[in-house]
């Protein structure tokens, strides 16, 4: 079911034909952390992703791990990390990986090749990051700025996102989804754009002017998503606010 409904958000992102932007202004992007700070649920985990393409000169095995060394004292992070090498057919990844007690950071420099048509190799390279916070959103703010720095310094194109995920201790139907979707969404002053709201499937896009990044969907702005879902497991309903969109597994 979580695979399910990750693919139909992608779909419904790649219908709308969405495009990544920000806005030049000065905004609040702290509001999105204080909007989540809801006595009525906890704050399991924050989740900053930095996603991009290096533009910098082709790094081999060495120099791309270099630069992960080199983003990683950009986070803090000095020793005590893993660093593994995997291949797989045209795909290459160098995975630098740090455990703390209530952290884990993953960054990976990948390499893809493939054949051109006048049998010359085509050959692109990624960065990403991802660092997980447990039980807290206190610090995502300050990681998601440091990740905008590092796209900015070392020759990558991309974008970066925050995702805060919720635990309510029960399962909500859609009226009391309904409630808590329009306290959080008042807290950012978001204007609903896009909706999908069933048991299924219930997912909100919005747009609000506090928040820098946003997402062109025709041309209507995006840059705040919410998202429920119930986890019969435990019992429970997640809730995921997410900025400009969720890239979250769930």
Same mark, same amino acid.
Request: hydrophobic share 40%; with cysteine.
């Given at each position: 079911?979580?695979?399910?409904?990750?693919?139909?958000?992608?779909?419904?992102?790649?219908?709308?034909?969405? #495009?990544?932007?920000?806005?030049?202004?000065?905004?609040?992007? #702290?509001?999105?952390?204080? %909007?989540?700070?809801?006595?009525?649920?906890?704050?399991?985990?924050?989740?900053?992703?930095?996603? &991009?393409?290096?533009?910098?000169?082709?790094?081999?095995?060495?120099?791309?791990?270099?630069?992960?060394?080199?983003?990683?004292?950009?986070?803090?992070? $000095?020793?005590?990390?893993?660093?593994?090498?995997?291949?797989?057919?045209?795909?290459?990844?160098?995975?630098?990986?740090?455990?703390?007690?209530?952290?884990?950071?993953?960054?990976?420099?990948?390499?893809?090749?493939?054949? %051109?048509?006048?049998?010359?190799? $085509?050959?692109?390279?990624?960065?990403?990051?991802?660092?997980? /916070?447990?039980?807290?959103?206190?610090?995502?703010?300050?990681?998601? $700025?440091?990740?905008?720095?590092? /796209?900015?310094? $070392?020759?990558?194109?991309?974008?970066?996102?925050?995702?805060?995920? &919720?635990?309510?201790?029960?399962?909500?139907?859609?009226?009391?989804?309904?409630?808590?979707?329009?306290?959080?969404?008042?807290? /950012?002053?978001?204007?609903?754009?896009?909706?999908?709201?069933?048991?299924?499937?219930?997912?909100?896009?919005?747009?609000?002017?506090?928040?820098?990044?946003?997402?062109?969907?025709?041309?209507?702005?995006?840059?705040?998503? /919410?998202?429920?879902?119930?986890?019969?497991?435990?019992?429970?309903?997640?809730?995921?606010? #997410?900025?400009?969109?969720?890239?979250?597994?769930?």
């Amino acid at each position: 079911m979580k695979k399910i409904m990750v693919f139909l958000i992608v779909a419904i992102w790649t219908f709308l034909g969405i #495009s990544y932007l920000r806005e030049q202004r000065i905004v609040d992007d #702290s509001k999105i952390v204080e %909007a989540f700070s809801q006595p009525e649920f906890s704050n399991e985990e924050s989740t900053i992703s930095m996603d &991009g393409e290096y533009n910098g000169e082709y790094l081999g095995t060495e120099g791309a791990k270099a630069l992960l060394a080199q983003i990683a004292t950009q986070l803090g992070i $000095n020793e005590d990390y893993e660093l593994i090498q995997n291949r797989e057919e045209q795909r290459g990844e160098i995975i630098l990986t740090k455990e703390a007690k209530r952290a884990r950071t993953t960054l990976k420099f990948i390499t893809m090749e493939n054949a %051109a048509n006048d049998n010359a190799l $085509n050959v692109k390279q990624y960065v990403t990051a991802e660092i997980k /916070l447990l039980d807290t959103a206190d610090c995502a703010l300050a990681y998601r $700025n440091m990740l905008e720095e590092i /796209l900015k310094n $070392n020759q990558v194109s991309g974008e970066v996102t925050l995702s805060l995920v &919720g635990k309510y201790p029960k399962k909500l139907n859609i009226e009391e989804r309904n409630a808590i979707a329009k306290d959080l969404l008042d807290k /950012l002053e978001a204007k609903i754009m896009t909706e999908q709201r069933s048991d299924e499937l219930y997912v909100i896009y919005g747009y609000s002017k506090f928040i820098s990044e946003y997402k062109r969907v025709g041309n209507e702005k995006i840059n705040v998503s /919410l998202a429920m879902n119930y986890n019969e497991s435990e019992n429970s309903t997640n809730i995921y606010l #997410s900025t400009p969109l969720i890239h979250e597994d769930y």
